[in-house]
């Protein structure tokens, strides 16, 4: 049986708590062992993070040690999976740019706040990771994210909607969904998920299970291969320095 450690707290405006007992739903349901925790004091144990298949954090803003940061990039390099969706895991640590390069991007704002009606289009590429759904409208915040230019976007959604100073640069389509490479791991994210009633979507839930299940093979495709890579260093010393 797969393993997952799902990390929840931060600030409380996107119930991660109702959100992590959504996650821990559906990932027994597809039968992964879960492990729920409310501190970040989670990561500390190195060698028990290399012992997960999947690692699913839900800490929107908030301060983190350098050393557990390392932690979670040294299990992921190795090959354990990161998923996660909204503020939890790409507006988690905004001082920390090492969890911003694993990740991938990091929130900047969301023009209209809560409750901008907008389209999610999926994106027909090179993954069928998530070809089984289809477009569909949502209620929710909007995010406007700057990206890593590496990730694989799987779903889009168009600015601008609502109109502000980002309007005069016209039309950009906005990464929703992508998937990443952190050494040999797998890491999915999707901006959805501001409330827990947005994760309860039928379309948001399929994207979750589904990144879920890619994430967490990527230890076995490491594996397979032989390869081994578990480095906390990133190559960015100056960041580090507290």
Known sequence: MSKALI????????????????????????????????TLEAYRDAEKLLGLDLI?????MGQIEQELVNNVSAAVQS???????????????RNNVDWQF???????AHPGNDGVEYMVNMKRGSSPLLDHIEDFQV???QYYLHVDPAVEVLATTRFPV?????????????PVVWTKRWGNGHVFYNSLGHHADIIDMP????MMRSGFLWAAAGKQAAAARG???????????DSQQQ
Not at 56 to 60: D, E, G, H, I, N
Request: hydrophobic letters at 40%; aromatic letters at 8%.
């Open 79 to 93: 090959g354990i999976g990161l998923a996660s969706c909204h503020g939890g895991m790409c507006d988690a640590f």
């Open 102 to 108: 694993m990740t991938g991007g990091q929130w900047v």
């Open 162 to 174: 609502v109109p502000g100073p980002h309007s005069a640069n016209g039309q950009v389509d906005m």
């Open 203 to 206: 379309q948001v839930t399929e």
């Open 56 to 60: 699913v954090p839900l800490w929107t």
């Open 7 to 38: 990390v929840w707290g931060g600030w409380d405006g996107h119930e991660p708590e109702q959100v992590a007992a959504i996650f821990e739903r559906i990932l027994k349901e597809v039968r992964f062992e879960v492990e729920v925790s409310n």
């Open 139 to 141: 209620k929710s915040e």
């Open 227 to 237: 390869s081994s890579m578990a480095e906390g260093y990133t190559g960015m010393a």
